[in-house]
């Protein structure tokens, strides 16, 4: 189970991080495809960079050794979004950032 501070940072990550990302970065093409999967799913973030960010933080808590439908409920938790735009996020986030952990339950 999640502990608050990592809900908080997860939290974070998904609608802060673009406050301080620089506006001139320029997405490659993972990011593009990671941004346009996001989109056409009506997840919206502040910026493209929080996106980017909230992405690479659910590989970073898999990495940590967390399951994917523990972050996907971290993940509805610290958002706006229902079960199933939280898990389809974790899964886009996995195809574009960590394909690593797609064989994992």
């Excluded at 929080?50 to 523990?70: P, Y």
Aim: net charge neutral.
């Amino acid at each position: 189970m999640a502990t608050s501070r990592e809900r908080s940072l997860l939290a974070i990550a998904l609608f802060s991080f673009g406050a301080w990302a620089s506006p001139t970065a320029h997405a490659d093409s993972v990011d593009d495809a990671f941004l346009n999967a996001v989109k056409s799913h009506g997840i919206n973030f502040a910026s493209p960079q929080a996106a980017i960010m909230a992405g690479h933080q659910v590989c970073n808590a898999l990495d940590s050794g967390r399951q994917k439908s523990d972050v996907a409920g971290d993940v509805a938790a610290s958002s706006s979004l229902d079960g199933y735009r939280a898990g389809y996020f974790v899964g886009v986030s996995i195809a574009a950032y960590c394909p690593r952990h797609h064989s994992q339950a």
